[in-house]
T-cell receptor, first 111, second 113 residues
Framework: DTGVSQDPRHKITKRGQNVTFRCDPISEHNRLYWYRQTLGQGPEFLTYFQNEAQLEKSRLLSDRFSAERPKGSFSTLEIQRTEQGDSAMYLC?????????FGPGTRLTVL | AQTVTQSQPEMSVQEAETVTLSCTYD???????LFWYKQPPSRQMILVIR??????QNATENRFSVNFQKAAKSFSLKISDSQLGDAAMYFCAYRREADGLTFGKGTHLIIQP
């Protein structure tokens, strides 16, 4: 399968722990996006990369959220000191031009 | 900031009938893209149809078509000959250039057999 992949698919953590999610985009897609989707809502844009450059990060929800794409291929999203309000689905998408292709998401549950 | 509004939280249609999902948006830009995405239960988001704002012709993809009214900032999705597999959450989304997508809250589409 050559689609966008995300790992892990599910993560349960305790409040205050750090978590990291990985996204592997479609090969040769130079743009990579992160979104958060809470129950009953549409996805909310967080940040995006063009190759290894992070071109938009003002939408990250707080300074506890950070993302990297060190070699312009896969990306990681880290949440430090998790809170119960961080429980959500975290989606990754990649694109080369107009259309964004989404991965299956990582569902985070913070206890 | 741009916003996307979907005023129908849920719609129901009989199989083989036609249904229209509504979407309005607010932007001060003249060049942008609009999308409809489908999210089946517990499955990933997939693109249904795309419309470029500079194109006057409404986009069509098989049974799916849009009614794009730029002046009214309206972008509705028409699904013809509804099928059971069309049941899903449908999200309207806006994007300018390479920015991230701005989504509406979604419409839950139910297909009655």
């Amino acid at each position: 399968d050559t689609g966008v992949s995300q790992d892990p698919r599910h993560k349960i953590t305790k409040r205050g722990q750090n978590v990291t999610f990985r996204c592997d985009p479609i090969s040769e897609h130079n743009r990579l996006y992160w979104y958060r989707q809470t129950l009953g809502q549409g996805p909310e844009f967080l940040t995006y990369f063009q190759n290894e450059a992070q071109l938009e990060k003002s939408r990250l929800l707080s300074d506890r959220f950070s993302a990297e794409r060190p070699k312009g291929s896969f990306s990681t999203l880290e949440i430090q000191r998790t809170e119960q309000g961080d429980s959500a689905m975290y989606l990754c998408a990649s694109s080369v031009f107009r259309e964004q292709f989404f991965g299956p998401g990582t569902r985070l549950t913070v206890l | 900031a741009q916003t996307v509004t979907q005023s129908q939280p849920e719609m129901s249609v009989q199989e083989a009938e036609t249904v229209t999902l509504s979407c309005t948006y607010d932007t001060s830009e003249s060049d942008y893209y609009l999308f409809w995405y489908k999210q089946p239960p517990s499955r990933q988001m997939i693109l249904v149809i795309r419309q470029e704002a500079y194109k006057q012709q409404n986009a069509t993809e098989n049974r799916f078509s849009v009614n794009f009214q730029k002046a009214a900032k309206s972008f509705s999705l028409k699904i013809s000959d509804s099928q059971l597999g069309d049941a899903a959450m449908y999200f309207c989304a806006y994007r300018r250039e390479a920015d991230g997508l701005t989504f509406g809250k979604g419409t839950h589409l139910i297909i009655q057999p």
